[in-house]
DNA sequence: TATTGTTATACTCTATAACTATA
DNA sequence: TATAGTTATAGAGTATAACAATA
């Protein structure tokens, strides 16, 4: 049926309008902190995770050892996490977020927590937790095709 | 209450994975025909909204004139559209779809709906109508908070 | 003067390949 | 040989500012 196509393509469409108005909206949190969506992956990781190898980080957020080394130098050169060689095997390098890093990431969060609060007060209790099962089946679905 | 934040942050992520999946997938079939997302914003827009002052569409797509003469390069290189300069007002410039990037479109068309739809098929009819109306209802109320 | 679009330039982010050092 | 990370280089995409043509 024609219907199930443009039912599809109407959910494509209002998916991609509102994560797009929701991810500028938190994005622009970041750039009130100079931090680039990967920075901030890569202090929210060792912030959550703890110390970690550079190799490892780079698998999580998706960036090749050489993007990795830039996008490490520069949150290096401001002090928010420093490179820590491994005793056990002098290869491995880990990243280790320093207490000014911490305090940035204690900043962000809660500022970032009402952020998205606030945002999502559009929708009711139980329509957000429709959402979340929808989109949670959604999203699983589509990984499964890959 | 901590649930309030919880909640938001699940719906927050959720929504971040479910859009960043589909996106991609559907990002694979714009790179199989070589056009960025800009690019194809281009195409589409003539295609079905007629011809355009280049300013216009830079609007619309939010790119700066320095860029879109850089998108509009590429296009009228690969033969997609055409500059049109306008006779009543010889500054501005109309983009024209040509034939062969009516072609293209034509051609991309079927298959971004087939695959739109395969994507959304892991919801049913009534779930995919709910997730309209609540991500509807979400992307409006996040954009009037701005 | 104001507007449209182009040119020239620079910047950010990422990828790739060759390299060093360690294992 | 294989692996972790760095260096050097290149490329895509965007922004900015100065500019030419037109209004």
Redo the contacts between chains.
Sequence with gaps: MGN??E??????I??????????E??NQLLDDYNLNPSEFAVLELLYHKGKQPIQKIGQKILLRSGSMTYVVDKLEGRGLLERVTSLEDKRIIYIVITPTGEELINDIFPKH??H????????T?D??????D??????????N??
């Excluded at 329509?127 to 979340?132: G, P, V």
């Design positions: 199930d196509i039912r599809a393509l109407k959910l494509f209002v998916l991609s309008r509102a994560s797009k108005v929701v991810l909206e938190s927590e009402q998205i609060k606030k945002m999502m007060s559009g929708l209790v329509e957000q937790n429709q959402a979340i929808l989109l949670k089946k959604l999203g699983l679905s589509v990984k095709l890959s």
